[in-house]
């Protein structure tokens, strides 16, 4: 179906955050991998290395 990934990108940035694996899965098939990397990263910031030691 023509425009079906475009269409589910549009509705699903309409939606709140819960959607954002979704619509990364649908950017990566539009060739929007960079879109679709910062988008995960914003929902699921990387926490900050810990440090054993002294």
């Known amino acids: 179906m023509p425009g079906a990934p475009e269409e589910a990108v549009t509705v699903l ?9 979704d619509l990364a899965g649908y950017l ?3 060739g929007r991998v960079e879109d679709a ?3 995960l990263q ?3 910031p990387r926490l ?3 440090t054993v030691g002294s």
Not at 13 to 21: I, K, T, Y
């Open 42 to 44: 914003r929902r699921n």
């Open 48 to 50: 900050p290395k810990l």
């Open 13 to 21: 940035q309409q939606q709140d955050r819960r959607n954002s694996h």
């Open 28 to 30: 990566i098939d539009l």
């Open 37 to 39: 990397l910062a988008l």
